[in-house]
Each structure stands twice: as C-alpha cells, then as structure tokens.
Antibody, heavy 119, light 110 residues
Framework: EVQLVESGGGLVQPGGSLRLSCAAS????????MHWVRQAPGKGLVWVSR????????GYAGSVKGRLTISRDNAKNTLYLQMNSLRAEDTAVYYC????????????WGQGTTVTVSS | QSALTQPPSVSGSPGQSVTISCTGT?????????VSWYQQPPGTAPKLMIY???NRPSGVPDRFSGSKSGNTASLTISGLQAEDEADYYC??????????FGTGTKVTVL
C-alpha cells in the first residue's frame, strides 16, 4: 500500500525549532518529487515547499523562505522539514504530498502532523 | 504570491451540477496548464481530483471535470451526490517555480 506518515509535530515556543518527518512506503520514494503543504486551524491549504527526487532542487513559499528547510534521505525513504525561528502564524497541520510522476499535482497525501507555536 | 480566488461556497441538490471557479493571474493559472483540484472532507487529508486542468486520476468518478479559460480554471461536479459534500481547493504552478492554492470552496448538497 502506498503510504505517507508524518511525525514530529508538537508544541513549541515562538523562536523555537522543530523537525518534521514524512515516512514513505509502498513506492519508489527516490523517484518522486515531494511537497509540504500546511493548513492553519479553520483556514485553507497553503503550499510550503517542494524537493526534487534526488534532492538537488528545492523551492519555498515566500513566507517561509530562510526559516524552513526541506530535505530528504532516499536511503531511509524519508522527507524532512526543518523549521526554525517559528512564529505563531506557523501554527498549522503540516501535510506531506507526493508529486505526480511526470505531471503537476500531488497524488498521495499523509494524514498530517500538528505544529502549535505558542508561549 | 496571493492565493487564487474561489467562491466561499456553492450548493446544489442531488443530481444537479455545480461549478467552482478559480481565478488567478497571468503569472500562474493563465500561463500554465498546471492546475489541479483537491477534495477535502472535514478532518481529513486532501484528495487529488483533477490534475493539469482536466485529467482525472484513476478512481475519480467522471462526474468530476475540469477546464480553463484565460486566468480562470473551473471544476464541475455533474450529478451531485451527498458524498461530494466537502471543501474543494484549486492549485496552480507559478512563474516563480512555486505553487499556490486557492482560497477554498465549501460544496453543500442540499
């Protein structure tokens, strides 16, 4: 079964750091672009970042550039999101998503992990 | 990058058709056939319904269709069913090599 499972969310103080993980199974992880998307409580989806299958190309939304870093370990079939200098507005459910092969869109999503930034 | 504009809500009776619009700019929707649509029932993860404007992934009913004209993309649900009640989001690739989502539309089946 194709599956993505996020972990690492929690409560963190403003200015703090957190690393999210997304464990992939059931498919050839190293062949796919991967994305992070977030959703603040009661709000809409917001694209955060993406990374090429081999990790050589990354992209970020302007609101997170310089504070959040996407990476991957293809040997461990795991995607990461390192979150630094966290702000209250980073509070959200964070989803990882698999990029469609050879097309644009995200065809597999995890269940999400919740990050709360509060003192 | 501003969010793409969607109507907050649309509604219809079972069997009817509803259309959700998604308006962007010449920097995103208008420049690329890289618009996708996602369905998100409450408390669940999004599900891909349409990719690259009008393509349906396997398993998505053919009641769902997509189109685009200029800076506006559209999702049409024909033969509305109770199970279609959910939030729907469009998304587009942009000329900044990023993605942007729409503001979201709540579909209510009356």
């Amino acid at each position: 079964e194709v599956q993505l499972v996020e972990s690492g969310g929690g409560l963190v103080q403003p200015g703090g750091s957190l690393r999210l993980s997304c464990a992939a199974s059931g498919f050839s992880f190293s062949s796919y672009w991967m994305h992070w998307v977030r959703q603040a409580p009661g709000k809409g989806l917001v694209w955060v970042s993406r990374i090429k299958s081999d990790g050589t190309n990354t992209g970020y939304a302007g609101s997170v550039k310089g504070r959040l870093t996407i990476s991957r370990d293809n040997a461990k079939n795991t995607l990461y999101l390192q979150m630094n200098s966290l702000r209250a507005e980073d509070t959200a459910v964070y989803y990882c998503g698999r990029g469609l092969p050879g097309a644009y869109g995200m065809d597999v999503w995890g269940q999400g992990t919740t990050v709360t930034v509060s003192s | 990058q501003s969010a793409l504009t969607q109507p907050p809500s649309v509604s219809g009776s079972p069997g009817q058709s509803v259309t959700i619009s998604c308006t962007g700019t010449s920097s995103d929707v208008g420049s690329y056939n890289r618009v996708s649509w996602y369905q998100q029932p409450p408390g669940t993860a999004p599900k891909l319904m349409i990719y690259e404007v009008s393509n349906r992934p396997s398993g998505v009913p053919d009641r769902f269709s997509g189109s685009k004209s200029g800076n506006t993309a559209s999702l049409t649900i024909s033969g509305l069913q109770a199970e279609d009640e959910a939030d729907y989001y469009c998304s587009s690739y942009t000329n900044s090599n990023t993605y942007v989502f729409g503001t979201g539309t709540k579909v209510t089946v009356l």
